[in-house]
C-alpha cells in the first residue's frame, strides 16, 4: 500500500504562486511516473502536468510557462510550482504516482486532494 500526502493548497489572488507538494510512503520500491491532475465544480479531473523518473516533463496547454513539476526521488516527492495563478486554475488539484512495490505489483496511486482557489 502507498500513501500520499499532499500540502501547500490555498486561496490566493491572481498573479499569485503557490506550491504543491505531495509526499509518497509505503510500499515503495520505486516510482515511475509522477503528476498532477485537477478538476474544478462540475468538470472532469484534467491532467495537468507529469514527469518521469529522468525528469522529462509534459504539461497541459492551459498551463504551460506558467506551473513547473519536479521531483525530489530521495524523498519520493513531486513537486508543482504554480506561478501568475488566474481564476480559471481554481480547482482541487490531485498527485498521481505510479510505483512498484517490494513485491514487484505496480499500482498507480492518487493523493486526497488539495484546494486551490485563486480569486479575481
Known amino acids: 500500500q502507498v500513501q500520499l500526502v499532499e500540502s501547500g493548497g490555498g486561496l490566493v489572488q491572481g498573479g499569485g504562486s503557490l506550491r504543491l507538494s505531495c509526499a509518497a510512503s509505503?510500499?515503495?520500491?520505486?516510482?515511475?511516473?509522477m503528476g498532477w491532475y485537477r478538476q474544478a465544480p462540475g468538470k472532469q479531473r484534467e491532467p495537468v502536468a507529469a514527469i518521469t523518473p529522468g525528469g522529462s516533463t509534459t504539461y497541459a496547454d492551459s498551463v504551460k510557462g506558467r506551473f513547473t513539476i519536479s521531483r525530489d526521488n530521495a524523498k519520493n516527492t513531486v513537486y508543482l510550482q504554480m506561478n501568475s495563478l488566474k481564476p480559471e486554475d481554481t480547482a482541487v488539484y490531485y498527485c498521481?504516482?505510479?510505483?512498484?512495490?517490494?513485491?514487484?505489483?505496480?499500482?498507480?496511486?492518487w493523493g486526497q486532494g488539495t484546494q486551490v482557489i485563486v480569486s479575481s
Open positions: 498521481s504516482v505510479r510505483t512498484r512495490g517490494w513485491d514487484l505489483k505496480e499500482i498507480a496511486s
Open positions: 509505503g510500499n515503495i520500491f520505486s516510482i515511475a511516473d
